[in-house]
T-cell receptor
Framework: LAKTTQPISMDSYEGQEVNITCSHNNIATNDYITWYQQFPSQGPRFIIQGYKTKVTNEVASLFIPADRKSSTLSLPRVSLSDTAVYYCLVGDGSGGYNKLIFGAGTRLAVHP | EAGVAQSPRYKIIEKRQSVAFWCNPISGHATLYWYQQILGQGPKLLIQFQNNGVVDDSQLPKDRFSAERLKGVDSTLKIQPAKLEDSAVYLC???????????????FGPGTRLLVL
């Protein structure tokens, strides 16, 4: 059962780059690493997903080292609206169907 | 493209009463999930459907919770009887195929906030 560890909370200021690192020592060969964002009173929203090296989209970048035991979500130039909880997940490869195990996430607070 | 719809958005009941939540997934999505999210915690998977069959209900308290997905589309989650500790947000999500290939994107609805008094 893959588990993830990420900081409980982080603080940043508008315009800064934020990097949230997640460790997943027991990641399986078939597992992808996925990050979700959740605002208060909303369901989680997919941000980015990757398997290895670097993935970039219009919202964020995801850096994954060769051993895949950790990953870093990078948010460039954050704004107040990026204040949310960020979840790092890896698929649980046990059984026929994988499932996502959410941890407590990282609460990011962006200050003016 | 319409997102995942859930109703009601809010529900207040007394303990030992019954309650039901409804979810309409994104059209064409084969996999549907129900999560329970207690305040300050991440979502916890309760049950996962692939079409209208259950593929994982290992964390569903089956003595009081039940769920069905008739015709492989809409789904209902029921709690009977409710306990104080059931107060939480109940999230429904859907995905196109499920995690057969090891990667998938889940699309979440807005959730139903349940308060049990």
């Amino acid at each position: 059962l893959a588990k993830t560890t990420q900081p409980i909370s982080m603080d940043s200021y508008e315009g800064q780059e934020v990097n949230i690192t997640c460790s997943h020592n027991n990641i399986a060969t078939n597992d992808y690493i996925t990050w979700y964002q959740q605002f208060p009173s909303q369901g989680p929203r997919f941000i980015i997903q990757g398997y290895k090296t670097k993935v970039t989209n219009e919202v964020a970048s995801l850096f994954i080292p060769a051993d895949r035991k950790s990953s870093t979500l990078s948010l460039p130039r954050v704004s107040l609206s990026d204040t949310a909880v960020y979840y790092c997940l890896v698929g649980d490869g046990s059984g026929g169907y994988n499932k996502l195990i959410f941890g407590a996430g990282t609460r990011l607070a962006v200050h003016p | 493209e319409a997102g995942v719809a859930q109703s009601p958005r809010y529900k207040i009941i007394e303990k030992r009463q019954s309650v039901a939540f409804w979810c309409n997934p994104i059209s064409g999505h084969a996999t549907l999930y129900w999560y329970q999210q207690i305040l300050g915690q991440g979502p916890k998977l309760l049950i996962q459907f692939q079409n209208n069959g259950v593929v994982d209900d290992s964390q569903l308290p089956k003595d009081r919770f039940s769920a069905e997905r008739l015709k492989g589309v809409d789904s209902t989650l029921k709690i009977q009887p409710a306990k104080l500790e059931d107060s939480a947000v109940y999230l429904c999500a859907s995905s196109l195929e499920g995690m057969i290939s090891g990667k998938e994107t889940q699309y979440f609805g807005p959730g139903t906030r349940l308060l049990v008094l």
